[in-house]
């Protein structure tokens, strides 16, 4: 028999902890908490993950963890449809497909992770990842979604989808999306970054550079959706790096494009360089941040150990490197030469630094074979079809005709309907008679 201690909030006034059976239902849970509280069970609204959790539901179909904190919120009237969330949602965000292309599938079988997180606390590591919801105005988890999120851009994107806060007095519409590590139990402020572009390899594709097949993987969004495992990703980036190779763009910040050198396939969320560990991130950072200094007319202070980013004003070729907030070292130098300031003509112009060699070089037939759209789009609609129940692909690989879904469906595979006695007579073995 397995127990959760679940922390509840109750009409976000006051917390505390039950223990709950994940055998038990909603029901009984409002049970235990009306109990507790002194109020009927069927007053109180248990609120999780953007949902009015309803009472035919059991504990551990509801994805809650160790010391997971729900809302109970008691005194308000049956709540609308819309209020509720969709009838059909899943049973969790965490289940909530957003890598998945259009006329494609799903980049998450049932048994692995919708989507993964870097985790700065106390995992340092990419990690799977579960998702949340809380209103974008009070900040708490009393939000009910109008809609679940479809894609990357709802959750990311400020604004995309609304509900209604359920929290006493607050008329909050907009839904606030955030990511906690699924690896062990959190606070309501411990969150984690998203990695969009890290998925699963359901596909068993190669990785650009090393050729192995691993799991889980980068994804880059050029039109090739070309693939690369993580060490080999951390080894690019680091090789970038010691290069001075990243790129400084306008609206995304220093950030690289896929090895293959893709067009379009720039990293749009730079927290991926956060699988860097922290002394190569923060190498990023710096490198970045004077990548910007320079590409908007400033200079690096050439004083010993400083490198300080300075903005020159005016016309003057003499520029004050100032010491603040543990910053600076009060160097005078030249901006043209680099060298102490001085009066008159620079004796000798600093040489510039040739352009470092690009010593990543990803070999053609890996690129060739590392597309994740070829394996997803192409292979998958050759040779799957689609449940005439439910419409998810189906693989068939041996054996009869006669195919039972998941989802319970008999089908037939020749004629792609319910499965009936003229399929059984005519074409159980594949013979159209």
């Not at 049970?31 to 959790?53: C, K, M, T």
């Not at 100032?322 to 005078?332: I, N």
Request: glycine share 8%; proline share 5%; with cysteine.
């Amino acid at each position: 028999m397995s127990t959760l201690q679940v922390m509840v909030r109750f009409n976000s006034n006051h917390s505390f902890m039950v223990n709950v059976n994940t055998s038990w239902t909603i029901a009984r849970f409002k049970q235990e908490l009306g109990r507790r509280q002194g109020v009927p069970s069927g007053q109180i609204h248990i609120l999780f993950a953007g949902r009015d959790l309803s009472d035919s539901l059991r504990v551990r179909d509801c994805q809650l963890g160790q010391q997971t904190v729900v809302h109970a919120i008691s005194g308000l009237p049956q709540l609308s449809v819309d209020a509720r969330g969709p009838s059909t949602a899943p049973r969790s965000l965490s289940d909530v497909q957003l890598n998945v292309h259009p006329g494609g599938a799903a980049a998450a079988a049932d048994n692995l992770p919708s989507y993964f997180v870097y985790c700065k606390q106390p995992c340092k590591a990419v990690k799977p990842g579960k998702l949340r919801v809380r209103c974008g105005r009070c900040r708490q988890t009393t939000l009910t979604l109008s809609r679940d999120p479809s894609c990357w851009e709802d959750v990311l994107e400020p604004r995309k989808i609304h509900g209604r806060c359920l929290s006493s007095g607050c008329p909050g519409t907009v839904a606030e999306f955030y990511f906690k590590c699924a690896d062990h139990p959190t606070s309501e402020d411990d969150t984690s970054v998203a990695l969009p572009l890290v998925k699963n390899n359901t596909e068993q594709v190669d990785c650009l550079a090393c050729a192995d097949v691993r799991t889980p993987v980068m994804v880059f969004e050029c039109a090739d959706g070309h693939v690369i495992c993580l060490d080999c990703f951390a080894q690019y980036c680091v090789t970038k790096l010691n290069d001075r190779q990243f790129i400084e763009d306008n609206s995304l910040g220093y950030t690289l494009r896929c090895p293959a050198d893709c067009g379009n396939s720039l990293i749009k969320e730079v927290h991926h360089f956060r699988m860097l560990g922290d002394e190569q991130y923060d190498r990023y950072k710096d490198y970045g941040a004077e990548e910007w200094v320079l590409k908007n007319g400033g200079v690096l202070c050439p004083g010993r150990g400083c490198g300080m980013g300075i903005i020159p004003e005016g016309i003057s070729n003499m520029v004050l490197c100032t010491r603040q907030a543990g910053s600076g070292c009060g160097f005078v130098f030249c901006k043209l030469c680099k060298e102490a300031y001085h009066n008159g003509p620079c004796g000798q112009t600093a040489p510039q630094p040739s352009a470092p060699a690009n010593n990543y070089r990803v070999d053609e037939d890996r690129a060739r074979r590392a597309r994740w759209e070829r394996r997803t789009a192409a292979t998958i609609n050759r040779t799957t079809k689609a449940c005439p129940g439910c419409k998810v692909r189906t693989e068939k690989n041996d054996g009869c005709m006669h195919m039972t879904c998941r989802c319970g469906f008999q089908w037939c595979w020749l004629c792609e309907s319910e499965w009936g006695r003229n399929c059984q007579e005519r074409h159980w073995f594949g013979e159209r008679r």
